[in-house]
């Protein structure tokens, strides 16, 4: 089992630029997969990226290639969300997730192990 705890979250003018920390529990950190997903208010939990273990494969959502980068660091047991050009759309409930199987999935349903999630606002 693995508990994760995300950080960074906060208020940043649209076009800013903001970076998502989430800190694994647990030894097997890169067996793996990790991802990030956002719920915004009265929205359901959507898909941000993933990243494979080993290998570090990405996946994104069509809609953010290009602004977001997902990374992670297996020696400190830790995923990152780089998100720059930010909008006010981006406003959400951001959350970390893992699973142990090895495709990188947009499917939150396969995802077992979350974090409490860190706001993130976008002002215009």
């Known amino acids: 089992q693995v508990q994760l705890v995300e950080s960074g979250g906060g208020l940043v003018q649209s076009g800013g630029s903001l970076r998502l920390s989430c800190a694994a529990s647990?030894?097997?950190?890169?067996?793996?997969?990790m991802g990030w997903f956002r719920q915004a208010p009265g929205k359901e939990r959507e898909f941000v990226a993933a990243?494979?273990?080993?290998?570090?494969?990405?996946n994104y959502a069509d809609s953010l290639r290009g602004r977001f980068t997902i990374s992670r660091d297996n020696a400190k047991n830790t995923v990152y969300l780089q998100m720059n050009s930010l909008k006010p759309e981006d406003t959400a409930v951001y959350y970390c997730?893992?699973?142990?199987?090895?495709?990188?999935?947009?499917?939150?349903?396969?995802?077992?192990?979350w974090g409490q999630g860190t706001q993130v606002t976008v002002s215009s």
């Open positions: 647990g030894r097997t950190f890169s067996s793996y997969v």
């Open positions: 997730a893992a699973k142990r199987t090895a495709i990188a999935s947009p499917s939150r349903y396969e995802y077992p192990y």
């Open positions: 990243i494979g273990g080993s290998f570090g494969i990405t």
